[in-house]
């Protein structure tokens, strides 16, 4: 079956750096777009960026400047590098698959399990 896995999460002091990680395995034909959310304790889940087949990208204001986000050489995989880190950037940080079609489903969503970012001193 199709799993998103994330790595790369940690702790990290202010205006420091971290480079997420996420690779989608199973029986996939094809991914519409993946991206990056977070939640932080109390908050909605909110998008953080995304990134089409196309190579298309859109990031959240919040990150915009800060974060790039990728899609790896190897297959279905998306890097989210994170730079200057700030406080407020603590949540945790799911990996998502939009429009993932395998040999017996359409284009449906899939999450990872989250991995968890804490910006501080």
Same mark, same amino acid.
């Given at each position: 079956?199709? $799993?998103?896995?994330?790595?790369?999460?940690?702790?990290? $002091?202010?205006?420091?750096?971290?480079?997420?990680?996420?690779?989608?395995?199973?029986?996939?034909?094809?991914? @519409?777009?993946?991206?990056?959310?977070? $939640?932080?304790?109390? @908050?909605?889940?909110?998008?953080?960026?995304?990134?089409t087949s196309g190579g298309g990208t859109n990031y959240a204001a919040s990150v915009k400047g800060r974060f790039t986000i990728s899609r790896g050489s190897a297959k279905n995989t998306v890097y989210l590098q994170m730079n200057t880190l700030k406080p407020e950037d603590t949540a945790v940080y799911y990996c998502n698959a939009e429009g993932l079609t395998t040999p017996v489903h359409y284009g449906m969503n899939y999450w990872g399990e989250g991995t968890l970012v804490t910006v501080s001193s």
């Open positions: 079956q199709v $799993q998103l896995v994330e790595s790369g999460g940690g702790l990290v $002091q202010p205006e420091g750096s971290l480079r997420l990680s996420c690779a989608a395995s199973g029986s996939i034909v094809s991914i @519409k777009a993946m991206g990056w959310y977070r $939640q932080a304790l109390g @908050k909605e889940r909110e998008l953080v960026a995304v990134i």
